[in-house]
């Protein structure tokens, strides 16, 4: 099992800048890939950004060039910097861990953040 923690959300005007943090424990060696995934209110959830083992990185066309995830192996965390953010990035903000290649398939979600973007 791995456990995952979302910290970091809260209230931004826009413009402004936020970095979350997602804390993993457990059975992190199982993991391959790592993402930030958001849902606002009445939409589907969306993938935001991914990052795998290796270090590719993935982001969704409308946070590129304001966002960058990454990943801390040492201290088991994946963060997510949020630049010049704008209203529509409203969301409750969800860490993902994916099982890697060999180890038996799992997805793993933390409880969310919720991070609101003000006029």
């Known amino acids: 099992q791995v456990r995952l923690e979302e910290s970091g959300g809260g209230l931004v005007r826009a413009g402004g800048s936020l970095r979350l943090s997602c804390a993993a424990s457990g059975r992190t060696f199982t993991i391959g890939e790592w993402a930030w995934y958001r849902q606002a209110l009445g939409k589907e959830r969306e993938l935001v950004a991914s990052i795998t083992d290796e270090g590719r990185t993935d982001y969704a066309d409308s946070v590129k060039g304001r966002c960058t995830i990454s990943r801390d192996s040492a201290n088991d965390t994946v963060d997510l910097q949020m630049n010049n953010l704008q209203l529509d990035d409203t969301a409750v903000y969800l860490c993902?861990?994916?099982?890697?290649?060999?180890?038996?398939?799992?997805?793993?979600w933390g409880q969310g953040t919720q991070v609101t973007v003000s006029s």
């Open positions: 993902n861990a994916n099982s890697a290649p060999g180890f038996f398939r799992n997805a793993y």
